[in-house]
């Protein structure tokens, strides 16, 4: 049998066709945490300084390879879900835009805020930190998720971008 196509003419037999398609679907994981830690993000706490932030996520400092990690919060602040981006080597990690907005648009985050520790324990933010976070707040203006802030921690301190003026 011959069918007329968006490519012209094309012969045919009667044998179905199997056509194959990607779905994606978003896929939600919840981790259960057994410690005794009382305070870790509690259902429902807010973020309001930089230092709160620090405070929970100092325990970064114990680890070896740079890890940044994503906080996505709701309209009020709290967190709904935290994405480990990328996990670096000593002194750096690859963080692209794209990979940060991917998880905040599934989670439906209204605003993230971003967490690095530097292994080294000096919370000064290299070039390639200032860089990235210019990237990811003009990437989340045009996506309608504000970035919050930038905190980078460090051996007992911490600096943060909005309150060093650089968000």
Do not use: W
């Not at 056509?19 to 993000?41: D, G, M, P, S, W």
């Amino acid at each position: 049998m011959t069918i007329e196509t968006l490519f012209g003419k094309e012969e045919v037999t009667n044998k179905p066709r199997t056509i194959k398609f990607r779905q994606i679907k978003a896929v939600y994981e919840t981790l259960t945490v057994k410690e005794e830690i009382t305070n870790y993000l509690k259902t429902g706490n807010r973020f309001t300084s930089p230092s709160q932030v620090f405070e929970t996520f100092r325990f970064l400092m114990h680890e070896t390879k740079e890890q940044f990690i994503t906080l996505h919060l709701d309209g009020k602040n709290r967190i709904i879900c935290m994405d480990l981006v990328s996990i670096g080597s000593l002194n750096q990690s690859i963080v692209h835009p794209r990979e940060v907005f991917k998880t905040a648009c599934i989670s439906n985050a209204a605003a993230i805020i971003c967490v690095h520790q530097h292994p080294t324990g000096d919370p000064t933010p290299s070039s390639e930190d200032i860089s990235i976070t210019r990237r990811l707040k003009e990437a989340g203006e045009i996506m309608g998720i504000k970035v919050l802030d930038h905190i980078i921690v460090g051996d007992g301190e911490y600096l943060s971008f909005v309150e060093r003026g650089l968000l």
